[in-house]
């Protein structure tokens, strides 16, 4: 008998879907403005492009626990930038892009068939996805009390959010890490978008010792350097917090050979140690959000949250495929709401991450929907 494929545990592709509205947005006679997808466009910071040609001549096996000075870097930053405190060099993994390490980390940790995985209603497809792939319930709310009383082996967070850009305040954050210890649930903070604020409260980390009190145990925050430092097509990321689920992810991945590439390690460092380039990054993306955001409101759109991340949470008030359409008539592609979950079925998400040419564009054809 042959076992089911492993794609049929999986949700379809949600990018597949926007296949046809892509056609119609190139077919524009100015070009398509593609801002349904969150890659950077500007160049990968010099200081960083220097570090990986220093260290191009690699050719040895690098160890999937990383480079002391990797981890020691990703500990500086998050106590010079978000005052996370306590972390030694055994709380810290470097690893091949968040991406990877969210969607196979239940499996890594032995999550499965019977366990209960839950996630934000509105949320990045790739926990669902990991629980999928692991075998576990999943669950999509922003509840603890719709959870039941069922017990999640795992629980993901995800501040500032993608989609909609909302920063988890203090308290909140405060409640959830009491209400996962109580209950022995494993926490795991995605915050690639952490460097991402725009309006309203700084994102906290859940390392921050005013959310954790001090201790790390059984928590865990990803992060990423893609947004920050124009590094997506480089797959640098780290997770850090509780040494002893560090440590479980850690047996794991040697078993399975995944290591972190040496030349990437090196330019993790200079990334890390290195604020004026995130600093005039941070500059660009705000004025290009400034531009779309305006934008939006003119042509008759709601912006809600987007208080932080790279995107703005936008609708009409109307079915969000209909807007996707609607956009896309225009030459402007952007993201459905309804792949981030049924709660977004009437927004879609507009990435700031084009160049100033294409937000130009996109500014001055929404100006013909007033």
Not at 94 to 117: F, N, Q, T, W
Not at 218 to 227: D, R, W
């Amino acid at each position: 008998m042959t076992p089911p494929a492993v794609s049929d545990r999986l949700p379809d592709f949600p990018w597949d879907k926007l296949t046809a509205y892509a056609a119609t947005a190139r077919a524009h006679p100015d070009g398509i403005v593609d801002l349904s997808v969150g890659t950077p466009v500007d160049p990968t910071p010099e200081v960083v492009q220097a570090a990986l040609r220093a260290a191009a001549d690699a050719p040895g096996y690098p160890t999937t626990i990383g480079l002391p000075e990797t981890r020691q870097a990703a500990i500086d930053w998050l106590e010079r930038r978000f005052g996370v405190t306590g972390l030694d060099l055994d709380a810290v993994l470097p690893v091949i892009g968040s991406k990877e390490l969210i969607g196979a980390m239940p499996m890594h940790l032995g999550i499965g068939a019977g366990d209960l995985i839950t996630y934000p209603a509105l949320a990045y497809p790739t926990y669902e996805v990991g629980a999928a792939l692991s075998g576990a319930e999943a669950m999509a709310t922003d509840s603890l009390t719709s959870i039941g009383p069922r017990t999640p082996r795992l629980m993901w967070l995800n501040s500032p959010s993608n989609p909609t850009g909302r920063v988890l305040p203090l308290d909140h954050l405060k409640k959830v890490v009491d209400w996962c210890r109580e209950r022995g649930t494993l926490l795991v903070s995605d915050e690639c978008y952490i460097e991402m604020a725009w309006e309203g409260e700084q994102p906290l980390s859940i390392l921050h010792p005013d959310v954790c009190g001090g201790s790390h145990e059984g928590l865990l925050a990803v992060h990423s350097l893609s947004k920050r430092s124009n590094l997506a097509g480089y797959r640098c990321a780290f997770v850090a917090g509780d040494p002893a689920l560090v440590g479980e992810l850690l047996a794991v991945r040697k078993n399975l050979g995944l290591q972190m590439p040496m030349p990437q390690q090196r330019a993790m460092v200079a990334a890390l140690d290195d604020d004026a380039h995130v600093v005039a990054q941070h500059a660009r993306y705000a004025a290009r959000r400034a531009k779309l955001k305006e934008a939006l409101v003119g042509a008759g759109f709601r912006i809600e949250h987007s208080e932080a991340s790279l995107y703005l949470w936008s609708s009409r008030d109307e079915d969000c495929w209909r807007t996707v359409a609607d956009l896309s008539e225009l030459g402007i592609l952007v993201a459905p709401g309804a792949f981030y979950g049924r709660a977004g079925h009437q927004h879609v998400r507009v990435a700031f991450t084009a160049t100033d040419e294409r937000v130009d564009a996109a500014v001055a054809r929404l100006a013909t929907l007033r």
